[in-house]
């Protein structure tokens, strides 16, 4: 029986294991803190649930697949796909409602102008047309340089496909082709914030998420994303997978031997699956890092009318961006809430509501920003309140808990970041780190490497470390 070391228990690491497991490894797993799930963290209070990390499901085919390849579908919690997607509002009280149904979001465009209804039509064909030109050929295989890449799009897509790929701009050139208005463009631009990225500077491949969006759903987890974290643990425990929680590991390779493990009880493995992220060990501002983000978890004494997932814009999104990208905590705000009792009664009391708000914010750059984070998270707490207080007639807002940057960085997240390697400019996206490492028996998986951030991605990142990883083992090589 080949021995695996996990190192970190975030979903990559989780999906990592369990897979390896299933498939016959003795696998034990290392993660420094108390408990499994890394970002994604519960808070209860007075019987209202709320994620403190992820809150939106897309991609549900790739959970079902890991459940389904470890056995555990039984395990696997109810989705509830929701047919209004997301509110978007801005300061002069207008909404804009993306929906599921794309004839009743084309609907919803028209107040902003007469071509906007069909410039919603254009931006996602396009959106599926890059989807299908780079973002499958990039999702359904690990990533292990741009000739295998591109012999993929050319035999999905042929010439076009490639010629299509290499004009693609950014994601703000690509939104301003598509609409005439200031909101929908900042709609369209806000799917670069899904990698923790400026639609400035990312490229327009990341249009392919409204697509996936739409296309796939936009997904609840019932019980909330932790309840998918307690699921992969059940099944790491029908597997047998020995946990090793609160202890911090290091790897290592010795006379080319893998050595893994907290100090003083290091042991040999045949292959390690590094979770925690490959820039954790660099000193902060070696390199520029994709955005992190303030979190305030709010209660009422009354059920809000609020849709689940409702994002309030800020007035000006250039300078938000600038301000982001040069260290600064926006002034003006985009805020995102989610609101789960919107779609299950089981996240809040009956009569009662629990808001998860969350906005933007600069991965740290240097230590020093420590302590100016208790200032910073006292004015955004005030404007998530106040801003709540706008979007639906409520007095009474209690706030429960909050997480900044700096309590990332404490679980693990270089500066912060919640996405880790930034992937700005055109070829961004395949600079990340790549699955295998340079030591051979080592795998990154997690939002840094290959294919991102996200649930369904840093999933897929463990899936392909555990097919890439049981391959060395098995067959002591690459194959
Ligand atoms: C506020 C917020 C909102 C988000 N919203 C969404 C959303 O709506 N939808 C979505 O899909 N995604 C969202 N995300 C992103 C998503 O949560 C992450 O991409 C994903 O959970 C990251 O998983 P991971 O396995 O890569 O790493 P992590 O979750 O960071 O896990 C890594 C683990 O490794 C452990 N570790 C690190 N070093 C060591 C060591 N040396 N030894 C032992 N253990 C170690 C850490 O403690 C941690 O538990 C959000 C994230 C945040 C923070």
């Known amino acids: 029986m080949k021995k695996v070391a996990v190192i970190g228990g975030g979903f990559a690491g989780l999906t990592a294991a369990a897979e390896l497991a299933s498939a016959g490894a003795k696998v034990t797993l290392f993660e420094k803190s108390p408990t499994l799930g890394g970002k994604a963290q519960v808070v209860t209070a007075d019987g209202v649930t709320l994620d403190t990390g992820p809150t939106l499901l897309t991609l549900p085919d790739v959970v079902r697949g890991v459940f389904a390849r470890i056995h555990a579908s039984d395990l696997l919690p109810k989705f509830t796909r929701l047919s209004l997607q997301a509110r978007y509002s801005w300061a002069d009280g207008r909404t804009f409602d993306c929906h599921e149904a794309l004839d009743a979001t084309a609907k ?24 299908r030109a780079a973002g499958e050929p990039y999702l359904e295989a690990p990533f292990e340089g741009m000739p295998e890449f591109l012999a993929r799009v050319f035999k999905k897509q042929g010439a076009t496909g490639l010629i299509n790929g290499m004009q693609l701009s950014t994601l703000d050139s690509l939104a301003k082709r598509h609409f005439h208005s200031p909101q929908l463009r900042q709609f369209a631009n806000r799917f670069a914030t899904y990698a923790g990225a400026s639609p400035y500077r990312a490229t327009a491949a990341f249009a392919l998420i409204p697509h996936i969006e739409r296309a796939l759903g936009v ?11 307690t699921a992969l643990a059940r099944a790491l425990e029908r597997l047998g997978v020995v946990l090793r929680l609160g202890e911090t590991a290091t790897w290592v390779e010795k006379k080319s031997e893998l050595i893994a493990g907290p100090p003083g009880g290091e042991s040999p493995f045949d292959a390690v699956v590094v979770n925690a992220d490959p820039f954790s060990n660099e000193p902060l501002g070696t390199r520029p890092l994709a955005m992190s983000g303030y979190v305030a978890l709010l209660q009422t004494t009354r059920r809000l009318p609020l849709a689940h997932h409702h994002v309030v814009f800020g007035n000006d999104y250039v300078r938000e961006f600038d301000e982001l990208f040069s260290g600064q905590v926006p002034s003006d705000p985009t805020i995102y809430f989610c ?21 933007n914010a600069p991965a740290m750059r240097t230590s020093g920003e420590v302590e100016a984070w208790s200032e910073h998270a006292r004015v955004l707490r005030e404007k998530c309140i106040a801003t709540l207080k706008k979007v639906v007639p409520v007095d009474d807002v209690q706030f429960i808990a909050e997480r900044t940057p700096v309590d990332l960085a404490q679980r693990g997240a270089p ?3 919640i996405y880790g390697f930034l992937p700005h400019g055109k070829f961004g996206p395949f600079e990340r780190p790549k699955i295998r490492s340079s030591t051979r028996g080592v795998f ?19 899936h392909f470390a555990a097919t890439l990883a049981l391959k060395e083992v098995t067959f002591g090589g690459p194959s």
């Open 444 to 462: 990154f998986a997690g939002g840094s490497t290959h294919p991102g951030g996200g649930v369904p991605m840093v999933m897929l990142s463990g």
């Open 219 to 229: 997904h609840h987890v019932e019980g909330g994303m932790g309840a998918l974290v």
């Open 339 to 359: 609101h789960p009792a919107a779609t299950d009664a089981s996240m809040a009391p009956e009569g009662r509501s629990g808001v998860f708000a969350m906005v």
């Open 415 to 417: 500066g912060g970041s």
């Open 108 to 131: 919803s465009a028209e107040q902003f102008g007469a071509k906007e209804s069909a410039g919603i039509r254009s931006f996602y064909a396009e959106a599926e047309k890059t989807f």
